[in-house]
């Protein structure tokens, strides 16, 4: 195809072995052209798929997409993490030989971009000049359009990232095929998808989706299962599915800064674009650096543990975003944003969109309005319960666009770290927050976090399972390694970060209501650990670390009955005592599991053992 070498000349793409991939690719998926992307062709792109019915305008400079009705997911099953050595085998990575999974995802694109657009999106996953910059380069060839202009609001993408390489050979390689998605729909006989990502060779083949983590492959792919997988063999980092955020004490003069893993749909997002509760408005304030993804590597200047957020955007869940939850979620895709809505409600007429939970009832008036298929909500039957928009329903906005983003999220290095916590979905057992002080424990209760599945993957929401470190379905590398590498890279920072388990999701046993108000009302608890950490307060301690006390957690204006708050701060010691036999069977699965992490799981149901009930 001579229009590739055009399309190199008249985009600047010298890299030769980005040419090479190019090429390689453009043979075996028979697209009909390649055409290489900056961000700068934004606004041109915006246009085209306008005109080709892809997106939909939404009022202002933002847009409307929706996906297919069996495309709204990630896949846990059809995802696998591919390499030459079968010691790469774990528990959750869904390892497989890449001797077998090279040819076949091969023979699934061969053919499959025929009449289509290749496009090439070189991006970045890091600030500019981070010192892991060597993992962050990467090349994206999709044939979707909508997925470019993802890339683009969710990565930095453009030709001067692969340009000018120490090692121009040392970037991500990742192929992304849409397949024939209609025909998936209906009927095809055997799921056709596969998400791959082969780490040894740091390529990435999805073939069958145009949504999300399945198609935007910098983000998940490349961002975490790639990374977490260099930063163990380079020994050099770890990659974590981590929100990262500040918060400043205005009065104090000082940021504290927290990473932290919550599964997917559960609260990462909403803790990042925190706004304070009115009462402590004025002293603290909360500073976005990321929502999704951290990188955290021991930086060699000052000794410490430090976390950057690899990704330039957000892709967050539309389900239950409003002024009163997250007003921060709602002003980062307001008027001229550039943001992308996928799969919610949406009204051609009007330009307008909804999902469930951004007005108490959806719109009166239903003329105009379509659900997340695109059928008229007008022709429901009377009384249909069935909701307007996918729950896995999401924007898409750059990082610019957060109104709390910090004014150094661009920072090289990241921020230095003074607090890790795990957290999830968990309508039981777990208290508002109890905290963790030695490391090997720390690691302990990543790798112990239990908590309910959510719609962020198809066909296990609810379903109350383990979720290291809310990784689960991002491993590429075996569990045991895996806490071995935690050990190593956190136990060599010269200050240790304290840890949390933290839980804002417990439930009333009879009506289901959530004990704790949730959303702004979580940076109490952080506050407390700050002030653990920082020796001003000492907490209680029981078996499973140290809980606050009433008086320590500055509880004005929180909306919760004494009764609720008294559960949220207490242990139920007959129920964890339970809890560990499960958390045995559960870490018993994975090979080489460092003998400091059984120590830890000894040492708590030691303590659990002689306590008090
Ligand atoms: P991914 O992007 O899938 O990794 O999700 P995430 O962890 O960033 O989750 P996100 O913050 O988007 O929240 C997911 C859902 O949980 C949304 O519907 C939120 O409204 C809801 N949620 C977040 N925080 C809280 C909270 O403190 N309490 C309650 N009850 N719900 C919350
Ligand atoms: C998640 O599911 O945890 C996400 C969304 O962050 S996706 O990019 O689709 O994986
Ligand atoms: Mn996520």
New binding site residues.
């Given amino acids: 195809m001579a229009d590739i070498e055009t399309a190199f000349e008249h985009s600047g793409l010298g890299n030769p072995h980005v040419r090479e991939f190019v090429r390689h690719w453009a043979g075996i998926t028979g697209a009909a052209r390649v055409e290489v992307v900056s961000a700068a062709d934004d606004g041109r792109l915006i246009e085209e798929a306008l005109a080709a019915g892809e997106i939909f305008p939404a009022g202002e400079g933002r847009y409307y997409s929706r996906s297919y009705p069996k495309d709204t ?2 896949s846990e099953e059809r995802t696998i993490v591919a390499t030459s050595n079968p010691a790469d085998k774990g528990v959750y990575d869904n390892w497989r030989p890449s001797s077998e999974m090279k040819p076949l995802l091969e023979r699934q694109m061969s053919g499959a971009s025929a009449g289509k657009t290749m496009y090439v999106v070189p991006y970045l996953m890091a600030p500019p000049g981070s010192p892991l910059h060597a993992y962050a380069v990467g090349v994206e060839l999709t044939d979707s359009r909508p997925v470019v202009l993802h890339m683009i609001r969710m990565a930095r993408v453009g030709v001067e990232h692969v340009e000018g390489l120490e090692d121009p050979s040392m970037f991500v390689r990742a192929v992304h095929v849409t397949g024939d998605l209609p025909a998936m729909q209906h009927g095809t006989p055997d799921d056709q998808r596969y998400f791959v990502t082969v780490a040894d060779e740091r390529t990435i083949l999805h073939y069958g989706s145009s ?4 198609a ?1 492959l910098g ?2 792919a490349h961002g975490l299962r790639q990374a977490a997988y260099d930063g163990y063999a380079s020994g050099k980092f770890l990659g974590e ?1 981590f929100m990262l955020i500040g918060i400043e004490d205005r009065v104090a003069g000082r940021t504290w800064h927290i990473c932290g893993g919550f ?3 559960s609260g990462k997002t909403n803790l990042a674009m925190m706004l304070p509760p009115d009462a402590l408005g004025d002293r603290y304030r909360v500073f976005f650096y990321g929502d ?1 993804i951290a990188w955290l590597w021991v930086n060699p200047d000052d000794g410490r543990l430090y976390g950057l957020n690899p990704e330039f955007g957000v ?1 967050g869940v539309a389900k239950d975003t409003n002024e009163k939850t997250n007003p921060t979620a709602l002003e980062s895709v307001g008027p001229g944003t550039g943001a992308i809505f996928t799969n919610v409600a949406y009204n051609p007429d009007t330009q307008e969109v909804w999902w469930e939970g951004r007005t108490p009832e959806p719109p009166a008036d239903v003329a105009g309005w379509l659900d997340w298929k695109g059928e008229p909500i007008a022709d429901r039957p009377e009384g249909s319960t069935e909701p307007w928009s996918h729950p ?1 329903s ?1 924007f898409t906005t750059t990082l610019a666009n957060v109104p709390n983003i910090a004014p150094d999220y661009e920072s090289p290095a990241g921020v230095p770290i003074d607090g890790i916590i795990f957290g999830g979905r968990t309508r039981d057992r777990e208290p508002l927050i109890r905290a963790i002080t030695d490391l090997a424990e720390g690691v302990y209760d990543g790798l112990t976090l239990g908590a309910e599945a959510t719609f ?2 198809e066909g296990v929401d609810g379903q109350l399972r383990y979720d290291p470190m809310s990784m689960r ?2 491993m590429s590398y075996p569990e045991g390694p895996y806490a071995a590498q935690w050990l190593s890279i956190v136990g060599a920072a010269s200050e240790q970060p304290i840890f949390a388990h933290v839980n804002w999701f417990q439930r009333d046993p009879e009506d289901g209501h959530f004990l704790w108000p949730g959303y702004r009302e979580n940076l109490r608890p952080l506050l407390w650990l700050m002030r653990l950490k920082d020796g001003t307060v000492t907490g209680r301690s029981t078996p499973v670390g140290i809980l606050p006390t009433e008086e320590e957690l500055d509880l004005e204006g929180v909306d919760i009955t004494p009764a609720d708050l008294e559960t949220v701060l207490s242990i139920d010691v007959e129920r964890w005592r339970q809890e560990m036999g499960f958390r045995q069977a559960h870490l018993e699965q994975f090979d080489g599991l460092p003998e400091a992490i059984w120590a830890a799981h000894r040492r708590v149901a030691a303590a659990l053992e002689s306590a008090d009930v």
């Fill in positions: 997911a990630r949504y999300g983590g399945n935007l983000k998940i599915q599964p997917s749909a999704d892709f896995n999401r962020a993957a379905p991002f």
